[in-house]
Nanobody, 121 residues
C-alpha cells in the first residue's frame, strides 16, 4: 500500500558529505512522521533522526551537529544531509514513515529497502 524509495547513498571520505532522500508513495491519507535509521554489520538498527509533519526533529546524540533532517510534506519526502562523516557512520540507512492509509485507520510504520553508506578513513 505504501512504498518508500531511498536514494543518495554511496561512498564518501571521512569528513565528507552525502545527502539521502526518501520518497513515500501509494495509498497515503497522512504522514505523521518520517525518519532515518541505520544498521551496521553486527549491530542493531538504531535511530538516526526523525521529523514530524509539524517540523519537530529528533537526532541521535552521535549525529547531532553533523546531520540535518528535513521534510517536504507536499512531496511526502524526507532528506538527510550528512556532513563531517566518520567511518563509524558506515551502515545501511533505512527510511521510515508513520503513515495513516485511511482516515479511520491507525497509523503504522513502513520501511524502505535501505541504502548503503560507506565512509572511508
Amino acid at each position: 500500500q505504501v512504498q518508500l524509495v531511498e536514494s543518495g547513498g554511496g561512498l564518501a571520505q571521512s569528513g565528507g558529505s552525502l545527502r539521502l532522500s526518501c520518497a513515500a508513495s501509494g495509498r497515503i491519507f497522512s504522514i505523521n512522521a518520517m525518519g532515518w535509521y541505520r544498521q551496521a554489520p553486527g549491530n542493531q538498527r538504531e535511530l538516526v533522526a526523525t521529523v514530524t509533519s509539524g517540523g519537530s526533529t529528533n537526532y541521535a546524540d552521535s549525529v547531532k551537529g553533523r546531520f540535518t533532517i528535513s521534510g517536504d510534506n507536499a512531496k511526502n519526502t524526507v532528506y538527510l544531509q550528512m556532513s563531517s562523516l566518520k567511518p563509524e557512520d558506515t551502515a545501511v540507512y533505512y527510511c521510515s514513515a508513520t503513515v495513516k492509509v485511511y482516515s479511520l485507520y491507525s497509523a503504522r510504520d513502513y520501511w524502505g529497502q535501505g541504502t548503503q553508506v560507506t565512509v572511508s578513513s
